[in-house]
């Protein structure tokens, strides 16, 4: 039996991460171990709790403003401990945070062969977004198993040089962690969310919900005040839209929302939502608004159109696959954009039925039954390939 120790510490990696974890448990042939950093310790203590998952280590390895460097430097030294009490076969770690940078150098300094969920997202300018772009893509280099969510992905990595039998497309785990969350259908733990909610969820009735989240480093600053400014703009001209803004705790985006978002009865600002909530707004959403990677792949599955806030985006398949369109970060732009979705009907229903291109909520067994092949211990099964299915339907 193979151990594995996946490291961790933000709550998108949680949500990845979870479903692989549930996997490599339930199929007898591997020790999952699992290891969190403390970089959200609440937000991931509440995904562990919705998707049965239990953290075996905590690694203790953020402080409140720690700059990047030290905390690469105490995340390396923090997970080579645990490398060295758990005596892992593999060392697993999801997507572009410091964290899974951090925790792959050190499987990398440990001779711990490294498995990366996630692999093969790009760009091209190392410094967007910064500092993941330049994370992944070190990573890439010292990756021995690369478990890559689409097609491009893994072009991505065989055009670096990483050999064809290393890489296996398995679809995205935050679609199988989606369908696990819609399927368990927890109740709702925001009373106002509940209240806007009901009678939403089928996206016929008015007023449409638009949700609108942004918190990324790089939009800090002038494109964060236009991203603000573009959703006051809309919410005056489509009066008949409630636009919901799940803020981030970062003060830096709360002060660009205070500047910008005026009291206005269809503009409502909510603390950070679970994750099982944030789900079921997304599902009752007609747009989704948003600078994050995860909800990119998420609201496609759910048949809700998503206007990317960024001026590139390493999910292009949604952008080729027409479920997502990139507004970039000027006001005007994403004025325009927005308008044109919401005016157009036709152009709505054909992003709404795309394909999505991310996952069929069975990439967990892939990414299980590559670890099996590279373990000897099994076959991996054939690569994801996306195909027409229904949307995802949420209750209240």
Known sequence: MARVLAIYGTRPEAVKVAPVVKSLRDSGRHEPVVAVTGQHPHLVDQIHRTLQVGADLD?????????LASMTARVIERASAAIAEVQPELVLVQGDTTSAFAAG???FYADVPLVHLEAG????????????????SLLGWITDLHLAPTVAAKQNLVGEGVADDRVVVTGNTVIDAL?????????????????????????????????VTTHRRESWGAPMEEIFAAVSALARRYPDHRFVIPLHPNPLVRGAARTHLARRPNLHTLEPLCYPDFCRLMAASTIVMTDSGGVQEEAPSLGVPVVVLRDTTERREAVTAGTAVLAGTRA??????????????????????????????????????????????????????PEPVSALVAGL
């Open 121 to 136: 997202l790009r760009t091209g300018s190392r410094r967007t977004p910064f500092p993941e772009e330049m994370n992944r």
């Open 332 to 385: 005007s732009a994403i004025i325009q954009c927005f308008s044109e979705l919401v005016e157009d009907e036709e152009r709505y229903g054909r992003m709404a039925r795309s394909v999505n291109p991310y996952g069929d909520g069975h990439a967990a067994p892939r990414c299980v039954a590559a670890i099996d092949a590279l373990t000897g211990c099994g076959e991996r099964l054939p690569d994801f390939v």
């Open 59 to 67: 690694l203790r390895a953020f402080e409140p403003g720690q700059p």
């Open 179 to 211: 369908q696990e969350v819609l399927r368990i259908s927890p109740p709702l733990q925001d009373r106002w969310l509940a209240e806007i909610l009901t009678g939403a969820i089928d996206r016929v009735r008015r007023p449409g919900i638009v949700t």
């Open 105 to 107: 150098m050190a499987a």
